[in-house]
């Protein structure tokens, strides 16, 4: 079984303010670090290649990604989808597993992982794994159906 969630709004202004926002942010760090070309050529255009790599990483993460939320056999998979490529973040054995429960918001979890876009976590979802005698804790917003699945799928292991 297999979702994907992706940004509710991708606002054209927000994308295009962002863009330009960086670009006068590295012109500003190009006209800082032409007074120090004549001496370090070479590190000043890597700070710059740095930083419209950077920049570019950020907007595609932020804006153009996905969420694929998979269940395999005996497995829970999240990846990160950017274009056709995609990203393991994090892989849970279901034996691992030990709930799946509603976000109230009434509580205060310090989450080791977020699978979701915004900061409302209306509809979101909090799983509890151990790995190694640890707690760990992640927020994803999948369908009810996926959510029987998973917990169908606990209860059988």
Same mark, same amino acid.
């Given at each position: 079984?297999?979702?994907? *969630?992706? !940004?509710?709004e991708?606002?054209?202004?927000?994308i =295009?303010l962002?863009?330009?926002?960086?670009?006068?942010?590295? #012109?500003?760090?190009?006209?800082?670090?032409?007074?120090?070309?004549?001496?370090?050529?070479?590190?000043? /255009?890597?700070i *710059?290649i740095?930083?419209?790599?950077?920049?570019?990483?950020?907007? %595609?993460?932020?804006?153009?990604?996905?969420?694929?939320?998979?269940? $395999? #056999? #005996?497995?829970?998979?999240?990846?990160r989808?950017?274009g056709?490529?995609? =990203?393991?973040?994090?892989?849970?054995? %279901?034996d $691992?597993?030990?709930?799946?429960?509603?976000?109230?918001?009434?509580?205060?979890? /310090?989450? /080791?992982?977020?699978f979701?876009? #915004?900061?409302? =976590?209306?509809?979101?979802? *909090?799983?509890?794994?151990?790995?190694?005698?640890?707690?760990?804790?992640?927020?994803? !917003?999948?369908?009810q159906? =996926? *959510?029987? $699945?998973?917990? !169908?799928?606990?209860?059988t292991?």
């Amino acid at each position: 079984m297999n979702e994907i *969630v992706e !940004r509710k709004e991708k606002s054209f202004f927000k994308i =295009f303010l962002s863009i330009i926002a960086i670009a006068i942010l590295i #012109d500003f760090v190009i006209f800082l670090a032409n007074k120090y070309t004549a001496k370090y050529p070479y590190v000043t /255009n890597i700070i *710059v290649i740095f930083m419209v790599t950077l920049a570019c990483s950020g907007i %595609l993460i932020k804006y153009f990604s996905k969420y694929s939320y998979t269940l $395999e #056999d #005996d497995e829970l998979i999240f990846h990160r989808l950017i274009g056709k490529r995609n =990203f393991k973040m994090l892989s849970i054995k %279901l034996d $691992e597993l030990s709930s799946i429960k509603p976000y109230s918001g009434n509580e205060k979890y /310090n989450f /080791n992982y977020k699978f979701v876009f #915004d900061k409302s =976590f209306e509809n979101c979802h *909090v799983g509890r794994y151990h790995r190694k005698g640890k707690e760990y804790l992640f927020l994803f !917003r999948p369908s009810q159906s =996926f *959510v029987s $699945e998973v917990n !169908r799928k606990i209860s059988t292991n």
